[in-house]
């Protein structure tokens, strides 16, 4: 019961097309986070297909190749939800 008025606001918001003051800072802040993250995942793309690193011993490679794999995992994250921001932001 009390949830419902709360909510309403929200979706009379989100209709209009406007993001609310969090979601518009959010939006803001995603395309650098998405860059560096882009970055990272360049880098260690690159260290992986250097030949030398495979050379060293060590727990090395596999820790690159987890590294990677959160990289990449939170890319496509920031991507998903920056899409979702742009959406909202679009909506008449």
Known sequence: PA?????????????????????????ERIEP????AEERKSA???TLA???????????VPALRAELDQVTVEVERLYARWQELEALRSES
Do not use: H, M, N, V
């Open 33 to 36: 986070a998405i860059l560096l």
């Open 44 to 46: 260690l793309e690159a």
């Open 3 to 27: 949830a419902a008025p709360a909510a309403a606001p929200a979706e009379r918001a989100r209709k209009a097309g406007k993001l609310s003051f969090k979601e518009q800072r959010e939006l």
């Open 50 to 60: 250097d030949p030398a690193t495979y050379q060293k011993a060590g727990e090395t």
